[in-house]
């Protein structure tokens, strides 16, 4: 395994790798650091690039945007106290109190350098772990597979945080859009109103684009004329950034405990499918709290939240690389932008890729471990023009971002039909998110809508006999996981109101 | 200002080119609508012959996986495509087999045939969990348990036809479990959640690993690179089963688009570079140029007809 290892290193050390690797880095750090563009949305951006390289040239440049992105949140939200992506909120929580105490080095740094230790322990988990847990996935039948997507919805409503109804009902439009279109089965014509382009469905990639990119660029640039976009930078003023990095890589390593924990956070969250780095940095972050002997001081600036929250969130991007690698289901919206392109260049993910596409899946290892000191080296190097990228009027940077979406959808197939789709739901993902609806339990509905459907008419077609599903030990055994965390999803929400009618009465 | 005129120099000169050309077929890109998924068997074999139709052509040929509803919706889409030599259509035996289950009302005639390309042996595999050794074992095991020994199949496709036939000829009774496409049916396999499937020589490196078993092969001879795996017709089965691909265009393409389609066709897979990735497929080459493909066509489509009703999976 370290030969192989060590041959994907020099493979991605080669320019043709390696180039395409460090512009994604540095597309994802800066595509992370500008608020209002999320890493689905850089990822989307750099997708049409990516169909002209090399299969692993291409899977190269997306983990770096990956990587990259999830560090690059951290600049906006310590130095601006505007998380760059949702899986920096929590970072702003101490990281911007920090840097307004006049320590906005040392609260950048330790965020990067958590970044860097939390993403390399998420790699060392992901290139140990893959090839076991492929083997396992083998054993997975349809029983276990339809349990886990049921596992997955479950958590994703529940982690909604607007409300437990509006996650579900978000997970169910999801599920519902996947229903139109030739049925997986039977072959069977549902809901395509005659029309020959809908009897394939909606192709995913553009419902996700105008979901996730288009919608959310729209309700950007409703902000547009808000002054707020450049007031955060008055708030720091010119921060000096110079510090001792090896006293703040011993502030980390000093906490062994606090590191490790976090980064497991983030692996665990990364290897359940869809539900992505915006709940492992917020997990983590509580978790560091409930666990610290001094949780009251958290908020006002203190290092252990910067380091819980950024290394969670690096950590489980290594985590949802396993989940597509040893699945072949995406961990989350990016994971399922990354399986599009691997099926694009004619690689089929699932439990025989590591076997089979041994140079690919190692190439992908290598990239993502070299991403991290590529980051911090960008991150390094760049902090201060980045700054001034997030100064960039939205003006010019949406109409951007919105042509690259186009192409996007086009050139995935070449037919307009994509781009019609793509427009379809960017109005239809922007009405929902005026709405208030979460659109992260949607897109979990949209991915596994078909992949739910299939694993149960499978189970039933290989036996009638429906209590396997609970008979079956790992089938068994993911439903009760499902049941508890719609239970202590409900239990959290009457937690926090409760809380909230609390703090009411103080008034 | 200068460049400015050179650009607008280049353009020009590139107009009046593209003027002159256009009675040259072809002066623009070529779209090969594939219509199944990127990275599936089909997919596999169109690939690698698009850079050589290209270059014989001497125009990008860009592949467009339009997949979904077995394959019907890309079927639709090359149908409905300008007939002027610049659509393309990558086909399998799968046209016949779903016009007769009435998915669809487009049949092999709304195309002219361009050229036959390969063809692929189905093998009948079997998972490593079952207690088979052989040919023999599964027989006597299906008798003794008709309807419970699974087969991971596309319905209604090729992959569900050729179980189905070797049902009918050993007089067993099987049943079918839905998984689309080879890839799905070998997770399914490798993992013991099916017994049986439809594969290909592709699949080889698994059976040396001791990872799947194959019954037995339906081509003509025994394949000189697993020369252990006995024949259907050995087996006293008279079936040869092959999936065989092929290119079409529109019906009402002008002769002389055809003409150069079928000739870079026919160059481009005589090529040993195309030989070399069919073999990685588990398929050899098998080309026919337009008038034999045209028979070819009218006479697998009176055998699909018979083994569709054969089957009962005529739609009514």
Known sequence: ?507 | MKKLFSCLGAVLLSAGLAATASAQFPDRPVKMIVPWAAGGDTDNIFRPLAPLLQKQLGQPVVIANVGGASGTVGAREAKNSAADGYTIYAVHDYIHLVHYAGLTDISYKDFEPICLVSATPSVLTASPKTPWKDWAGFVADAKKRPGEITVGATLGSTSHIFPASVEKAAGIKLKYVSYDGLAPRMNAILGGHIDLTDSNLTQKGKVEAGQLKFLAIASEKRDPDMPNVPTLKELGLNIVYEVVRGLMVPKGTPAAARAKLADACAKATAEAEFADSMKKQGTRVSFLNEKDYAAFLDKIDGENKAIMADLGLMKK
């Open chain 1, 1 to 507: 395994m370290l030969e192989l290892l060590g041959s994907g290193v020099f493979t991605i050390l080669q320019w043709k790798f390696f180039l395409p690797l460090f512009l994604g880095t540095l597309a994802g750090v800066i595509g992370g650091a500008v608020p209002g563009v999320t890493i689905t949305m850089t990822i989307i951006v750099i997708l049409p690039f990516t169909y002209g390289l090399e299969p692993l040239a291409g899977l190269a440049a997306m983990t770096g945007v990956y990587v990259g992105g999830s560090a690059g949140g951290l600049i906006t939200a310590c130095l601006l106290g505007i998380p760059g992506t949702p899986s920096a909120i929590a970072t702003t929580f101490d990281g911007f109190p920090m840097a307004r105490n006049g320590e906005p080095g040392r609260a950048l740094w330790l965020g990067v350098w958590a970044s860097f230790f939390g993403g390399l322990l998420g790699g060392a988990f992901l290139i140990l772990v893959t090839a076991p847990l492929a083997a396992i996935a083998l054993e997975f039948g349809p029983w276990e597979y339809f349990s886990l997507f049921v596992l997955a919805m479950a958590m994703v409503a529940g982690l909604a945080e607007a409300s437990l109804v509006k996650g579900l009902m978000a997970t169910a439009i999801g599920l519902l859009i996947t229903v139109i279109g030739t049925d997986p089965i039977g072959n069977a014509l549902r809901f395509n109103f005659g029309s020959e382009f809908l009897s394939a469905g909606f192709p995913f990639l553009p419902v996700l684009i105008g979901i996730f990119a288009f919608a959310q660029i729209m309700a950007d640039v409703e902000k547009v004329r808000d002054p707020q976009q450049t007031e955060g930078v008055a708030a720091v003023g010119q921060p000096t950034l110079r510090i001792s990095h090896l006293a703040i890589i011993w502030e980390i390593l000093s906490r062994p405990v606090l590191l490790l924990w976090s980064t497991i956070v983030g692996i665990v969250i990364g290897v359940l499918p869809a539900i992505g780095g915006s709940a492992a940095n917020m997990m983590a972050y509580d978790q560091a709290k409930k666990f610290s002997p001094r949780p009251e001081k958290f908020g006002t600036g203190v290092p252990e939240g910067i380091i819980a929250s950024e290394s969670s969130n690096n950590a489980n991007v290594g985590g949802s690389l396993v989940t597509i690698m040893a699945f072949g289901i995406p961990g989350d919206a990016v994971t399922a932008v990354m399986l599009g392109a691997m099926t694009i260049h004619g690689i089929q993910s699932g439990p025989l890729f590591v076997s089979q596409n041994a140079e690919i899946a190692y190439g992908i290892y290598a990239a993502y471990i070299l991403a991290h000191p590529l980051m911090v080296l960008i991150i390094g190097l760049s902090t201060i023009f980045i700054l001034k990228v997030t100064a960039v009027r939205l003006a010019v940077l949406a109409p951007v971002v919105l042509v690259l979406c186009v192409i996007g959808a086009y050139a995935l197939n070449n037919t307009m039909g994509s781009v019609y789709v793509l427009l379809l739901f960017g109005v239809f993902g922007y009405v929902l998110v005026k709405a208030g609806f979460p659109l992260a339990p949607l897109i979990l509905g949209l991915i596994l809508g078909d992949q739910i459907e299939l694993n149960l008419i499978r189970a039933i077609m290989t036996d009638a006999n429906p209590w396997l599903f609970l008979t079956r030990p790992i089938s068994g055994g993911l439903l009760l996981a499902a049941a508890l965390s719609v239970v202590f999803a409900i239990w959290q929400h009457l937690r926090h109101q409760q809380r909230i009618s609390e703090a009411d009465a103080d008034f």
